[in-house]
């Protein structure tokens, strides 16, 4: 009875540590750069580009490029005039040093600016402005991925046309992981809110920050970990460490 009293305690205990936790994600978030995180798929090709759901709304994609001479692709759709506004960062660790991506905004009505790698797709007659990483001497700290990271390239322009837009992230000689800021509006849905505690294990991993495990492993695989009898029977025997 005693354990089983002990384990409603702990239950209760981690609902409530789990209630501050997620409050203090969503305090960061606002604090920072308020963007909602959003994790790319399978996008190494034009077909298979990641879908940017409203381009106005606030974005902050993590991404990695496995090598140099690759390229991830992103796309959404705007109506004229509406503004595209675009950045692209990197963790300031010692694996992305040499780590210098840039990005390629493809679209209609756009003028071509800058030389086009020749392993970035693009449709037939688009257009594209090509704009090169450049790594500054300072780097900023960014506490909703509990990293430092260096803004490498931005563009900010008004949509010259109506249509689809594609956002191609490259690398001319080595991979590292990327971050794309995309939008500026603030704006969270109930389902975003709840995910942002999940989404942060792979931001945090993006960022390079060291986090148990297990305890990841656990928590990604649901939200109601902490319901999790045989986890608790665990924390109760001690086989279990965050």
Same mark, same amino acid.
Not at 41 to 70: C, F, R, V
Not at 110 to 129: K, R, S, T
Not at 183 to 207: A, H, N, T
């Given at each position: 009875?005693?354990?089983?009293?002990?384990?409603?305690?702990?239950? +209760?205990?981690?609902?409530?540590?789990?209630?501050?936790?997620? *409050?203090?994600?969503?305090?960061? $978030?606002? !604090? @920072?750069?308020?963007?909602?995180?959003?994790? /790319?798929?399978?996008?190494?090709?034009?077909?298979?580009?990641?879908?940017?759901?409203?381009?106005?709304?606030?974005?902050?994609?993590?991404?990695? #490029?496995?090598?140099? +001479?690759?390229?991830? %692709?992103?796309?959404?759709?705007?109506?004229?005039?509406?503004?595209?506004?675009?950045?692209?960062?990197?963790?300031?660790? /010692? !694996?992305?040093?040499?780590?210098?991506?840039?990005? @390629?905004?493809?679209?209609?009505? *756009? *003028?071509?600016?800058?030389?086009? /790698?020749?392993?970035?797709?693009? /449709?037939?007659?688009?257009?594209?402005?090509?704009?090169?990483? !450049?790594?500054?001497?300072?780097?900023?700290?960014?506490?909703?991925?509990?990293?430092?990271?260096?803004?490498?390239?931005?563009? =900010?322009?008004?949509?010259?046309?109506?249509?689809?837009?594609?956002?191609? $992230?490259?690398?001319?000689?080595?991979?590292?992981? %990327?971050?794309?800021?995309?939008? =500026?509006?603030?704006?969270?849905? #109930?389902? !975003?809110?709840?995910?942002?505690? $999940?989404? #942060?294990?792979?931001?945090?991993?993006?960022?390079?920050?060291?986090?148990?495990? =297990?305890?990841?492993?656990?928590?990604?695989?649901?939200?109601?970990? %902490?319901?999790?009898?045989?986890?608790?029977? +665990?924390?109760?025997?001690?086989? %279990?460490?965050?």
């Amino acid at each position: 009875m005693n354990r089983y009293f002990t384990k409603i305690r702990i239950i +209760k205990f981690v609902d409530i540590f789990f209630l501050i936790l997620t *409050i203090n994600c969503l305090l960061s $978030v606002s !604090e @920072v750069m308020a963007h909602s995180p959003l994790i /790319p798929g399978a996008n190494e090709n034009l077909a298979g580009a990641t879908l940017i759901p409203d381009p106005t709304k606030s974005w902050a994609i993590y991404g990695e #490029l496995q090598e140099g +001479k690759e390229a991830q %692709y992103y796309r959404f759709n705007i109506s004229r005039a509406r503004r595209i506004h675009i950045m692209l960062f990197k963790p300031a660790n /010692p !694996e992305n040093l040499e780590f210098a991506p840039g990005f @390629v905004l493809i679209g209609p009505g *756009i *003028i071509n600016q800058g030389d086009l /790698p020749d392993y970035v797709e693009i /449709p037939a007659e688009a257009n594209a402005i090509v704009v090169a990483g !450049e790594q500054p001497a300072q780097a900023a700290y960014e506490p909703f991925s509990a990293s430092s990271f260096y803004s490498l390239a931005e563009l =900010d322009i008004p949509a010259p046309a109506s249509g689809t837009y594609y956002i191609a $992230v490259y690398a001319p000689s080595r991979g590292g992981s %990327y971050g794309l800021a995309v939008g =500026d509006r603030e704006s969270y849905s #109930l389902s !975003e809110w709840i995910l942002i505690p $999940v989404k #942060l294990i792979s931001v945090y991993r993006w960022g390079g920050t060291e986090l148990s495990h =297990d305890f990841l492993a656990d928590c990604s695989y649901s939200c109601n970990w %902490y319901r999790d009898y045989d986890l608790v029977e +665990k924390m109760l025997d001690g086989a %279990y460490s965050f």
